[in-house]
Nanobody, 120 residues
Framework: QVQLVESGGGLVQAGGSLRLSCAAS????????MAWYRQAPGEQRELVAR???????NYADSVKGRFTISRDNAKRTVYLQMNSLKPEDTAVYYC??????????????WGQGTQVTVSS
């Protein structure tokens, strides 16, 4: 089994910063992509940022220039540095990863989500 555990969410004022972390553990042979998604109440889940195993990144237009995704392959951890936060960034943030397990099975795994609330 593979587990993804997020941390770092919370309440922050507009203009502030937060750093999310997501650590992967379990029967992992290798991790391909790692990503952050978010889902606001009444909205569909959307991709926020994605980073490949080689470090290539892509971002949603709404967060470009404000958010930075990074990963530490040795720690099997992905980070999301969020700066200049806006009330519209309020959502549950989910970590996702594409994983090859030690049983040579490939799958997409999700964390349980962490709440980010930005007050105006």
């Amino acid at each position: 089994q593979v587990q993804l555990v997020e941390s770092g969410g919370g309440l922050v004022q507009a203009g502030g910063s937060l750093r999310l972390s997501c650590a992967a553990s379990g029967s992992i042979h290798s991790i391909n992509y790692m990503a952050w998604y978010r889902q606001a109440p009444g909205e569909q889940r959307e991709l926020v940022a994605r980073i490949s195993s080689g470090g290539s990144t892509n971002y949603a237009d709404s967060v470009k220039g404000r958010f930075t995704i990074s990963r530490d392959n040795a720690k099997r951890t992905v980070y999301l540095q969020m700066n200049s936060l806006k009330p519209e960034d309020t959502a549950v943030y989910y970590c996702a990863a594409g994983v090859w397990t030690t049983a040579w099975a490939k799958g997409d795994y999700w964390g349980q989500g962490t709440q980010v609330t930005v007050s105006s």
